[in-house]
């Protein structure tokens, strides 16, 4: 089992920027960003094929949201640009998928505790 910890989460305006960071423990072979806001669903925000480089986004955040690693540092990062209120929602980091959509929270087998982002307007 990945041990993940996510950092960089906070409190920001709208049309500000955040970057939360994931640290893994162990072999990686893919990693996601999801978000959760009270009363919804999981909801993949983007993932990464760590030996590739491939990587995937939901609609809503192309263009503003970058998903990034550091091998040497085992940590994946979601750059998140031009933030909006409806960004806001608990943000997750997921490792490791052998199956299923990259969106789909319920294959993958590792998750992080969770970090808050507010978005203000």
């Known amino acids: 089992q990945v041990q993940l910890v996510e950092s960089g989460g906070g409190s920001v305006q709208a049309g500000g920027s955040l970057r939360l960071s994931c640290a893994a423990s162990g072999y990686t072979y893919n990693m996601g960003w999801f978000r959760q806001a009270p009363g919804k669903e999981r909801e993949g925000v983007a993932a990464?094929?760590?030996?590739?480089?491939?990587?995937f986004y939901v609609d809503s955040v192309k263009g503003r949201f970058t998903i990034s690693q550091d091998v040497a540092k085992k940590t994946v990062y979601l750059q998140m640009n031009s933030l909006k209120p409806e960004d806001t929602a608990m943000y997750y980091c997921?490792?490791?998928?052998?199956?299923?959509?990259?969106?789909?929270?319920?294959?993958?087998?590792?998750w992080g505790q969770g970090i808050q982002v507010t978005v203000s307007s």
């Open positions: 997921a490792a490791n998928r052998d199956a299923g959509g990259w969106h789909q929270a319920r294959y993958w087998k590792s």
């Open positions: 990464m094929y760590t030996r590739s480089g491939l990587t």
